[in-house]
């Protein structure tokens, strides 16, 4: 349920309101637009309290949140949620570079790759140190000692450092070195790991599952900020589809969707989606038309002897000529790198 208080009304008012809805064992989602200042009212069906604010004297007007998704959605908060990465931001005028390699693999490998990603307009360094891979015989991911490898690239470059969190037991010590927790698509719908990153103020990366709707995305956003963590930024990264050409498809249209049903921002993984380095620049900048708040690209000095999705993994001349498109695009769509 939502409340559109009076406008005017003070801020104690607003404040009594707040604790009137706690006080029925529900939460309360302030948001404050240009005209309207509105109270989200969450809980299993919020909309039973509507006699008790019918005649309240902030009150001016009450509406039920028709969508299975609550803090996420739109109707909830109208105007753009940014996100902040430990100063950098994603959504809003932003468009937002994340770029690294599928896999940390080794000190020197990481820090040359982060170096490149920086001099071309990455503001956030990707790398996997824990690796959920289809066979269990593929490279697993360095683990800890990856970890201080990306922390190490982060001072180096000040980029900031986003990589996948696989397991609850994983979270406290990612969280010593991440800026940003990666939830991967195998993931999406772990439920006791959206709660348990719920706990947490930290931004979280929610890839869509390769078999999940759009709603089922939100959903899976909804549990990360019920629990308290409203700084997610979601991403589609290519659904399983009858097509075989390329190993996902992007599924373009869900930018477009995502944008409608939720104020959270929205990037885009162009590598994954398509499993191959020819079709990596195109879908980026189809993505930037699109309305995507950024893009999150695996990039490799060299590509090919890449120890996780080498075919994926575009090399860095192709990543620079790319970032200076995507900035000019940007820029057509009133968003800069
Ligand atoms: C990744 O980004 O490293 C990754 C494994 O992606 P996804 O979870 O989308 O497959
Ligand atoms: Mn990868």
Not at 45 to 63: G, H
Not at 72 to 92: E, H
Not at 268 to 279: L, M, W
């Amino acid at each position: 349920m939502i409340l559109t208080l009076k406008r005017g009304v003070s801020k104690s008012e607003i404040r009594r309101v707040e604790k009137k809805i706690k006080s029925f064992g529900f939460r309360a989602h302030i948001s404050r637009g240009a005209k309207d200042t509105t109270i989200g009212v969450i809980g299993e069906n919020a909309i039973l309290l509507r006699e008790f604010f019918e005649s309240d004297p902030a009150v001016r007007s009450i509406a039920q949140i028709s969508k299975p998704y609550k803090l996420a959605s739109r109707q909830i908060q109208s105007k753009d949620s940014v996100i902040n990465i430990d100063g950098v931001k994603i959504g809003g005028k932003n468009f937002v570079i994340i770029a690294g390699p599928c896999s940390v693999e080794s000190r020197p490998q990481l820090l040359a790759i982060a170096r490149k990603a920086k001099k071309h307009g990455a503001k956030i360094l990707r790398g996997g140190a824990f690796k959920p891979r289809t066979s269990p015989y593929s490279f697993q991911g360095l683990g800890a000692e990856g970890l201080k490898y990306l922390l190490e690239a982060k001072k180096i470059t000040g980029l900031k450092i986003v990589t996948e969190v696989m397991e609850i037991s994983q979270i406290e010590l990612v969280d010593k070195y991440a800026d940003m927790f990666q939830i991967g698509a195998r993931n999406m719908q772990n439920f006791n790991l959206l709660k348990e990153i719920g706990k947490s103020r930290k931004p979280v990366l929610l890839k869509r599952g390769m078999s999940a709707t759009v709603t089922e995305l939100l959903m899976a956003a909804e549990y990360i900020m019920s629990g308290g963590n409203k700084n997610v930024v979601l991403c589609e990264r290519g659904i399983r589809t009858f097509s075989q050409e390329t190993r996902f498809t992007l599924d373009i249209s869900a930018v477009s969707v995502l944008k409608k049903e939720t104020h959270l921002p929205v990037i885009v993984d162009p590598s994954h989606s398509t499993g191959n380095r020819d079709y990596v620049p195109s879908m980026a900048y189809a993505a930037v038309a699109a309305g995507a708040d950024g893009i999150i690209v695996e990039i490799h000095t060299d590509p090919l002897n890449a120890l996780s999705d080498a075919a994926q993994t575009i090399d860095i001349p192709t990543f620079s000529a790319m970032a200076k498109k995507i900035g000019e695009i940007a820029k057509i769509f009133g968003k800069k790198i």
